[in-house]
T-cell receptor, first 111, second 113 residues
Framework: GENVEQHPSTLSVQEGDSAVIKCTYS??????FPWYKQELGKRPQLIID?????GEKKDQRIAVTLNKTAKHFSLHITETQPEDSAVYFC??????????FGKGTRLSVIA | DAGVTQSPTHLIKTRGQQVTLRCSPK?????VSWYQQALGQGPQFIFQ???????QRGNFPDRFSGHQFPNYSSELNVNALLLGDSALYLC????????????FGPGTRLTVT
Protein backbone atom coordinates (compact mmCIF):
# COMPACT_ATOMS: atom_id res chain seq x y z
CA GLY A 1 0.00 0.00 0.00
CA GLU A 2 0.85 3.67 -0.08
CA ASN A 3 3.38 5.13 2.35
CA VAL A 4 3.85 8.89 2.79
CA GLU A 5 6.91 10.34 4.49
CA GLN A 6 6.90 14.00 5.57
CA HIS A 7 9.80 16.26 6.59
CA PRO A 8 10.64 18.13 8.70
CA SER A 9 8.56 17.24 11.74
CA THR A 10 9.02 20.75 13.16
CA LEU A 11 9.89 24.01 11.44
CA SER A 12 10.45 27.48 12.89
CA VAL A 13 10.71 30.53 10.65
CA GLN A 14 10.80 34.26 11.18
CA GLU A 15 7.73 36.19 10.13
CA GLY A 16 8.06 37.18 6.49
CA ASP A 17 10.38 34.30 5.59
CA SER A 18 9.40 31.31 3.45
CA ALA A 19 8.62 27.80 4.69
CA VAL A 20 8.99 24.57 2.73
CA ILE A 21 7.59 21.18 3.73
CA LYS A 22 8.44 18.07 1.72
CA CYS A 23 6.67 14.74 1.26
CA THR A 24 7.53 11.56 -0.59
CA TYR A 25 5.11 8.80 -1.58
CA SER A 26 5.65 5.21 -2.62
CA UNK A 27 2.68 4.22 -4.83
CA UNK A 28 3.09 5.36 -8.43
CA UNK A 29 -0.70 4.98 -8.86
CA UNK A 30 -1.33 7.92 -6.51
CA UNK A 31 -2.57 10.89 -8.49
CA UNK A 32 -4.02 13.34 -5.98
CA PHE A 33 -2.00 15.13 -3.32
CA PRO A 34 -3.79 17.42 -0.85
CA TRP A 35 -2.33 19.50 1.95
CA TYR A 36 -4.24 20.06 5.16
CA LYS A 37 -3.70 22.67 7.89
CA GLN A 38 -4.74 21.74 11.40
CA GLU A 39 -4.79 24.35 14.13
CA LEU A 40 -4.73 23.25 17.74
CA GLY A 41 -7.98 21.52 18.67
CA LYS A 42 -9.53 22.06 15.25
CA ARG A 43 -10.36 19.99 12.20
CA PRO A 44 -7.91 19.48 9.31
CA GLN A 45 -8.71 21.99 6.59
CA LEU A 46 -7.78 21.55 2.95
CA ILE A 47 -5.55 24.45 1.92
CA ILE A 48 -4.32 23.36 -1.50
CA ASP A 49 -4.16 20.24 -3.62
CA UNK A 50 -2.51 19.08 -6.81
CA UNK A 51 -3.26 16.35 -9.32
CA UNK A 52 -0.67 14.31 -11.12
CA UNK A 53 -1.24 15.99 -14.48
CA UNK A 54 0.04 19.29 -13.06
CA GLY A 55 3.54 20.18 -11.89
CA GLU A 56 2.79 23.27 -9.83
CA LYS A 57 -0.19 25.09 -8.40
CA LYS A 58 -0.37 28.44 -6.61
CA ASP A 59 -2.94 30.13 -4.44
CA GLN A 60 -1.80 33.53 -3.15
CA ARG A 61 1.06 32.85 -0.69
CA ILE A 62 0.78 29.06 -0.95
CA ALA A 63 2.15 26.84 -3.69
CA VAL A 64 2.56 23.12 -4.19
CA THR A 65 4.99 21.40 -6.55
CA LEU A 66 4.93 17.79 -7.70
CA ASN A 67 7.70 15.65 -9.16
CA LYS A 68 6.06 12.43 -10.34
CA THR A 69 9.32 10.85 -11.44
CA ALA A 70 10.90 11.26 -8.02
CA LYS A 71 7.57 10.70 -6.23
CA HIS A 72 7.80 13.79 -4.09
CA PHE A 73 5.74 16.92 -3.59
CA SER A 74 6.31 20.06 -1.55
CA LEU A 75 4.35 22.85 0.09
CA HIS A 76 5.76 26.36 -0.15
CA ILE A 77 4.47 29.21 2.00
CA THR A 78 5.87 32.66 1.25
CA GLU A 79 5.76 35.80 3.41
CA THR A 80 4.80 33.75 6.45
CA GLN A 81 2.55 35.29 9.08
CA PRO A 82 1.91 34.27 12.71
CA GLU A 83 -1.50 32.90 11.70
CA ASP A 84 0.28 30.35 9.48
CA SER A 85 1.44 28.62 12.68
CA ALA A 86 -0.22 25.18 12.73
CA VAL A 87 0.41 21.53 11.92
CA TYR A 88 0.47 20.78 8.20
CA PHE A 89 -0.25 17.33 6.75
CA CYS A 90 0.39 16.05 3.28
CA UNK A 91 -1.58 13.11 1.89
CA UNK A 92 -1.80 10.95 -1.21
CA UNK A 93 -4.44 8.81 -2.91
CA UNK A 94 -5.21 7.22 -6.24
CA UNK A 95 -8.89 8.13 -5.90
CA UNK A 96 -10.22 4.64 -5.24
CA UNK A 97 -7.91 4.13 -2.28
CA UNK A 98 -8.08 5.89 1.10
CA UNK A 99 -6.14 9.05 1.79
CA UNK A 100 -2.78 8.21 3.35
CA PHE A 101 -1.35 11.01 5.48
CA GLY A 102 2.14 11.98 6.46
CA LYS A 103 2.93 12.42 10.15
CA GLY A 104 2.69 16.17 10.02
CA THR A 105 4.93 19.23 10.31
CA ARG A 106 4.52 21.68 13.17
CA LEU A 107 5.19 25.13 11.73
CA SER A 108 5.93 28.00 14.11
CA VAL A 109 6.13 31.52 12.71
CA ILE A 110 8.01 33.79 15.07
CA ALA A 111 6.93 37.44 15.07
CA ASP B 1 -24.93 25.01 4.12
CA ALA B 2 -24.07 22.80 7.10
CA GLY B 3 -20.60 21.34 7.18
CA VAL B 4 -19.62 18.01 8.68
CA THR B 5 -20.75 17.66 12.28
CA GLN B 6 -19.70 15.16 14.91
CA SER B 7 -20.92 14.28 18.38
CA PRO B 8 -19.98 14.20 21.12
CA THR B 9 -17.06 16.63 21.25
CA HIS B 10 -15.30 14.88 24.09
CA LEU B 11 -15.77 11.52 25.73
CA ILE B 12 -14.10 9.72 28.62
CA LYS B 13 -14.47 5.95 28.89
CA THR B 14 -12.96 3.15 30.93
CA ARG B 15 -11.02 0.22 29.52
CA GLY B 16 -13.32 -2.57 28.37
CA GLN B 17 -16.28 -0.28 27.74
CA GLN B 18 -17.95 0.35 24.42
CA VAL B 19 -18.39 3.71 22.68
CA THR B 20 -20.45 5.10 19.80
CA LEU B 21 -19.46 8.21 17.89
CA ARG B 22 -21.70 9.98 15.41
CA CYS B 23 -21.19 11.93 12.21
CA SER B 24 -23.45 13.92 9.90
CA PRO B 25 -21.96 14.59 6.48
CA LYS B 26 -21.86 17.89 4.67
CA UNK B 27 -25.06 18.69 2.82
CA UNK B 28 -25.10 16.91 -0.55
CA UNK B 29 -22.47 14.34 0.46
CA UNK B 30 -23.26 10.63 0.55
CA UNK B 31 -19.96 9.03 1.60
CA VAL B 32 -18.43 9.01 5.07
CA SER B 33 -14.90 8.01 6.03
CA TRP B 34 -13.62 7.63 9.58
CA TYR B 35 -10.07 8.33 10.71
CA GLN B 36 -8.19 7.90 13.98
CA GLN B 37 -5.65 10.60 14.83
CA ALA B 38 -3.35 9.74 17.72
CA LEU B 39 -1.55 12.59 19.45
CA GLY B 40 1.23 13.95 17.25
CA GLN B 41 0.34 11.73 14.29
CA GLY B 42 -1.47 12.08 11.01
CA PRO B 43 -5.00 10.73 10.59
CA GLN B 44 -5.20 6.98 9.90
CA PHE B 45 -8.03 5.57 7.80
CA ILE B 46 -10.42 3.25 9.65
CA PHE B 47 -13.17 2.61 7.09
CA GLN B 48 -15.48 4.20 4.55
CA UNK B 49 -19.25 3.89 4.18
CA UNK B 50 -21.21 4.39 0.98
CA UNK B 51 -24.74 3.25 0.20
CA UNK B 52 -25.01 1.99 3.78
CA UNK B 53 -22.19 -0.50 3.30
CA UNK B 54 -18.58 -0.62 4.42
CA UNK B 55 -16.71 -0.09 1.19
CA GLN B 56 -13.09 -0.01 2.32
CA ARG B 57 -11.32 -0.77 5.57
CA GLY B 58 -7.94 0.16 6.97
CA ASN B 59 -5.75 -1.87 9.28
CA PHE B 60 -8.01 -1.80 12.34
CA PRO B 61 -9.34 -4.77 14.36
CA ASP B 62 -12.92 -5.97 14.30
CA ARG B 63 -13.52 -4.10 17.58
CA PHE B 64 -14.04 -1.12 15.29
CA SER B 65 -17.33 -1.28 13.44
CA GLY B 66 -19.64 1.18 11.82
CA HIS B 67 -22.94 1.87 10.24
CA GLN B 68 -24.41 4.29 7.73
CA PHE B 69 -28.04 5.32 7.81
CA PRO B 70 -30.35 6.14 4.88
CA ASN B 71 -29.83 9.87 5.52
CA TYR B 72 -26.05 9.28 5.01
CA SER B 73 -25.14 9.92 8.65
CA SER B 74 -22.80 7.41 10.20
CA GLU B 75 -21.76 5.86 13.49
CA LEU B 76 -18.42 4.47 14.61
CA ASN B 77 -18.54 1.84 17.35
CA VAL B 78 -15.55 0.65 19.31
CA ASN B 79 -15.89 -2.36 21.63
CA ALA B 80 -13.63 -3.52 24.45
CA LEU B 81 -11.81 -0.19 24.64
CA LEU B 82 -8.06 -0.18 25.17
CA LEU B 83 -5.89 2.65 26.47
CA GLY B 84 -4.38 2.85 22.98
CA ASP B 85 -7.77 3.75 21.53
CA SER B 86 -7.41 7.22 23.06
CA ALA B 87 -7.31 9.58 20.09
CA LEU B 88 -9.15 12.18 18.07
CA TYR B 89 -11.69 10.45 15.83
CA LEU B 90 -12.36 12.36 12.65
CA CYS B 91 -15.17 11.90 10.22
CA UNK B 92 -14.81 13.10 6.63
CA UNK B 93 -17.51 13.30 4.00
CA UNK B 94 -17.41 13.39 0.21
CA UNK B 95 -19.70 13.11 -2.77
CA UNK B 96 -19.23 9.54 -3.94
CA UNK B 97 -16.64 6.97 -2.87
CA UNK B 98 -14.17 8.01 -5.56
CA UNK B 99 -14.22 11.72 -4.83
CA UNK B 100 -10.83 13.18 -4.11
CA UNK B 101 -11.94 16.04 -1.91
CA UNK B 102 -12.91 15.18 1.62
CA UNK B 103 -14.26 17.58 4.21
CA PHE B 104 -13.45 16.86 7.82
CA GLY B 105 -15.61 17.30 10.87
CA PRO B 106 -14.30 18.79 14.12
CA GLY B 107 -13.64 15.36 15.61
CA THR B 108 -14.47 13.57 18.83
CA ARG B 109 -11.71 13.44 21.45
CA LEU B 110 -11.90 9.99 23.11
CA THR B 111 -9.96 9.37 26.30
CA VAL B 112 -9.77 5.84 27.66
CA THR B 113 -8.68 5.52 31.30
Amino acid sequence: GENVEQHPSTLSVQEGDSAVIKCTYSDSASNYFPWYKQELGKRPQLIIDIRSNVGEKKDQRIAVTLNKTAKHFSLHITETQPEDSAVYFCAATSGNTPLVFGKGTRLSVIA
Amino acid sequence: DAGVTQSPTHLIKTRGQQVTLRCSPKSGHDTVSWYQQALGQGPQFIFQYYEEEERQRGNFPDRFSGHQFPNYSSELNVNALLLGDSALYLCASSFGPYSYEQYFGPGTRLTVT
